[in-house]
């Protein structure tokens, strides 16, 4: 990813906190101080209808929030890949919820990231912090913010809200930067150097 701008689309069903996580991505940029955009997209219903947004962190100022070339897509479900997989730019990133996503053939030219986001989640007993998940392993990759800034951030995002709500989202922030790192991503050539362990 660049060191000064990522391009992001997270996309699921509705019910599965897309919005919410790109919510967290953009205020952890801004109060970070990158410039940052939050656009959402709704599929014909809520809960159990598809849901997507997309956001920008930059060092520099937004010329545009539309996201058409993503450097990285976040996706929870299959439906999300079908329609946002030819969207990533040559050398970008695929985040993909394989607790939902089969293994597939995906492009050759770009970089997969295969996280078991349900499955943590519910080690953590509430599948609703699945998307959580997804954010710690983003930041693991990302270059403009950090996990120690998204740690900072999401208090601000659930205050008023029962401190067993913010430790579980904390403990599934860190479950999903954890995976990512114990599983010693390197990528060489694409999606044949995704490894699931070494």
């Known amino acids: 990813m660049s060191s ?3 391009r992001i689309i997270l996309a699921g069903f509705g019910g599965q906190g897309i919005l919410f996580l790109g919510k ?3 205020e952890t940029g801004m109060n970070s101080d ?3 955009s939050w656009i959402p997209s709704y599929g014909p219903e809520m809960r159990g209808g598809t849901a997507n947004c997309s956001v920008i962190i930059s060092e520099h100022e937004i010329a545009s929030p539309m ?3 993503p450097d ?4 929870m479900n299959t439906p999300s890949v079908s329609k946002f997989n030819q969207k990533i730019k040559a050398g970008g990133m695929l985040m993909y919820n394989s607790s939902l996503i089969e293994r597939q053939e995906f492009r050759d ?3 997969l990231v295969e996280i078991p986001a349900n499955e943590i989640a519910e080690e953590l007993g509430d599948q609703k912090v699945a998307s959580l998940v997804m954010a710690g392993a983003y930041v693991k990759f990302s270059k403009l913010i950090t996990l120690d800034d998204i740690l900072k951030t999401l208090p601000l995002m659930l205050k008023g809200k029962k401190q067993e709500m913010l430790d579980l989202n904390i403990a599934a922030l860190k479950k999903g930067y954890d995976y990512v790192e114990e ?3 390197m990528f060489g050539r694409y999606v044949h ?3 699931k362990g070494i």
């Open 4 to 6: 000064t701008v990522e």
């Open 24 to 26: 967290v991505i953009a």
């Open 34 to 36: 990158k410039h940052v």
């Open 67 to 69: 996201v058409t070339v």
């Open 72 to 75: 990285v897509v976040i996706a």
């Open 109 to 111: 030219d770009i970089r």
């Open 183 to 185: 599983k010693k991503y």
């Open 193 to 195: 150097s995704v490894f």
